[in-house]
């Protein structure tokens, strides 16, 4: 098959060899030369124009097009982005081709960036040549479907690879193993159905992998070797599978990882602690039913916690305790729950939103211990404040709108501190405010926003 595209790619070059070059200026002053429609030869400026000191070079192709050898060769480019035009539809047989020359990126000005979008990429030879000086490659919603290794393995100083959105499925042991300079790779949204047990082998100074909306099994090793890895996102990463906390074991370094989307059911205590710098972590939409006491309580560096969209309907007291966070994100969580006594105790945070979380009841002092810059409470289904329900906090905006609250007993703010405190969309009114135990200085809000 390679070879008769070769052979092919070969018959098209000679046959359009002395035909007339058509050469057009673009927008920017780019002067695009092609034989007939298809070959660009070379791209060169104007004398005087604009595109003197430009170093970015974009074209959009609509038909099959080939890249001849040093086609820029002339032109100060640090970075460029060939691409069909933009369009949401997926389809790999509607992608044209583009044919690349080991050549084709040799500049002496040195092109350290080059995005391709949405083409299937044909390099005869599969060998960029080795001066190409290319560090930042993204092919995205292009037509791989395996990983190019030989074309990769003639980019040794490749910082940044990008499959984005491609057609891979399999992921082969030590698939990218010459790039031991790599920092980022991105295999997000390839339907990758699996990732074989040495797949990362080489990437010693990986940093940041994008392995989100794909399909793979997630067998433990698979990271193995990861040490340096700091930003992980598997959102939506494993189909139909069972989510496998054993993964995380090779991946100390973790700051940062998303794993939103994967049907995770139940949070164990320390099941963390094999990460221990980590600050972000997001279990969006899981299938999480309670948050007991051990696993974020002892994450010392936790700054924002994501666990919107679950089934959280149990927050064991202390589940927070001493920690000193950014955000906590428990918003729709649909499961009818009742905030019991010291929940947040011991707990200081910027912003801490449980809106929308179908919460029946506040237990006395359920806030007890709690400080933070905003508590949303809004979209919940309490319908009074008894005398205790906000013991102990000390918050700068408290919003309680809409949540059908018909009462607020007396003195019910005495041992609270809150600046603002947001009732809109609540069957009551401040005519006994003087009761509720607030300060002159608390301002209600009345305004939705
Ligand atoms: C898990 O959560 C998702 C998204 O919230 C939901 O669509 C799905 O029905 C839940 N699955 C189970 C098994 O509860
Ligand atoms: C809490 O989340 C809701 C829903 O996304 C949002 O509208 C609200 O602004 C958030 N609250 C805060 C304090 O950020
Ligand atoms: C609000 O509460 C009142 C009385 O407690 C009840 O009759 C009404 O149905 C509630 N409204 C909503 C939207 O839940």
């Not at 008769?4 to 098209?12: E, Q, R, S, V």
């Not at 211990?369 to 005398?387: C, H, M, P, V, Y």
Request: one cysteine or more; aromatic letters at 8%; proline letters at 4%.
């Amino acid at each position: 098959m390679k070879i008769f595209i070769g052979i092919g790619l070969i018959l098209l070059v000679l046959s359009v060899r002395g035909e007339n070059e058509v050469c057009k200026t673009d927008k920017e002053g780019f002067k695009i030369c092609r034989k007939p429609t298809t070959v660009i030869t070379h791209v060169t400026r104007r004398m005087g124009s604009a595109v003197d000191a430009k170093t970015h070079f974009d074209m959009k192709f609509d038909d099959d097009t080939i890249i001849g050898p040093n086609a820029f060769h002339t032109l100060p480019l640090t970075s460029i982005l060939l691409g069909m035009p933009y369009t949401q539809e997926r389809n790999r047989l509607a992608l044209r081709t583009l044919t690349l020359h080991p050549d084709s990126f040799l500049t002496s000005s040195n092109i350290r960036s080059l995005t391709i979008i949405r083409a299937n990429v044909n390099l005869p030879g599969n060998k960029f040549n080795l001066n190409t000086a290319v560090e930042w490659l993204r092919f995205i919603a292009c037509g791989f479907t395996e990983v190019p290794s030989e074309m990769i393995e003639s980019l040794p100083n490749l910082d940044y690879l990008s499959f984005e959105g491609n057609y891979l499925r399999v992921i082969r042991s030590h698939a990218f193993s010459p790039l031991k300079l790599l920092r980022e790779l991105n295999l997000e949204g390839n339907g990758i159905v699996s990732l074989e047990l040495g797949c990362f082998d080489g990437l010693d100074n990986l940093e940041v992998l994008d392995l989100a909306d794909n399909q793979f099994s997630p067998i433990s090793g698979i990271f193995n070797g990861l040490k340096k890895l700091t930003r992980l996102d598997i959102d939506n990463a494993f189909g139909e599978h069972q989510f496998n906390f054993d993964i995380l074991q090779d991946t100390p370094a973790l700051v940062n990882i998303r794993m939103g989307n994967n049907k995770i059911k139940e949070l164990k205590p320390d099941m963390f602690s094999i990460c221990p710098q980590l600050t972000y972590l997001s279990l969006f939409r899981n299938n999480i039913s309670s948050v007991p006491k051990g696993v974020f309580n002892t994450m010392n560096s936790l700054q924002t916690v994501h666990l919107a969209q679950n089934e959280i309907g149990t927050i064991e007291p202390g589940a927070f305790n001493g920690l000193n966070m950014n955000m906590i994100y428990l918003l729709d969580n649909k499961v009818d729950k009742v905030i019991e006594t010291g929940t947040f105790s011991d707990l200081s945070v910027l912003d801490i939103n449980l809106s929308a979380s179908n919460i029946r009841e506040l237990k006395p002092r359920a806030f007890n211990g709690l400080s933070a810059r905003e508590l949303d409470l809004s979209e919940n289904k309490f319908t009074q404040i008894g005398a205790e329900d906000f013991y102990g906090l000390k918050v700068e905006e408290l919003r309680l709108k809409n949540n059908n609250i018909t009462a607020i007993a007396p003195n019910a703010f005495k041992n609270t501190k809150v600046e603002k405190l947001r009732l809109f969309g609540n069957p009551i009114d401040d005519k006994d405010r003087a009761i509720w135990g607030l300060p002159e200085t608390t301002k209600i809000l009345w305004s939705e926003y």
